[in-house]
């Protein structure tokens, strides 16, 4: 069952708005964060993976669907978010990708 309080960025102005000011960016070994707080009581977000990086649309998909589920079980609100991963993605275990991705998204709070 979906969350209700996630929710996918869809318009060019809400993805644009998380590159502007650049200023909340978060790095680790695995992901790259930029974010910005919103006003709402929802977590929208959008996940970046490069085509260069990542040649196979599966491997791509199957990266945004591990990092959705990811983002589905934190309760963290009233923030955008853009996700990229990085090349050594898949050098890493799951739940190695998920306590980085938990880690990161804990220093947003």
């Given at each position: 069952?979906?969350?209700?309080?996630?929710?996918?960025?869809?318009?060019k102005?809400?993805?644009?708005?998380?590159?502007?000011?650049?200023?909340?960016?978060?790095?680790?070994?695995?992901?790259?964060?930029n974010?910005?707080?919103?006003?709402?009581?929802?977590?929208?977000?959008?996940?970046?993976?490069?085509?260069?990086?990542?040649?196979?649309?599966?491997?791509?998909n199957?990266?945004?669907?591990?990092?959705?589920?990811?983002?589905?079980?934190?309760?963290?609100?009233?923030?955008?978010?853009?996700?990229?991963?990085n090349?050594?993605y898949?050098e890493n275990?799951?739940?190695?990708?998920?306590?980085?991705?938990?880690?990161?998204?804990?220093?947003?709070?």
């Amino acid at each position: 069952m979906k969350s209700k309080h996630i929710i996918s960025l869809k318009k060019k102005g809400d993805i644009s708005s998380l590159f502007e000011k650049r200023l909340n960016v978060l790095r680790s070994k695995i992901f790259n964060i930029n974010y910005v707080k919103n006003n709402l009581d929802e977590l929208r977000f959008v996940i970046a993976v490069s085509k260069k990086k990542y040649k196979s649309a599966v491997t791509r998909n199957k990266i945004k669907r591990q990092v959705r589920q990811i983002l589905q079980a934190t309760n963290i609100k009233g923030i955008d978010i853009a996700i990229f991963a990085n090349e050594n993605y898949f050098e890493n275990k799951f739940e190695a990708i998920q306590n980085d991705l938990n880690s990161l998204l804990s220093r947003i709070k």
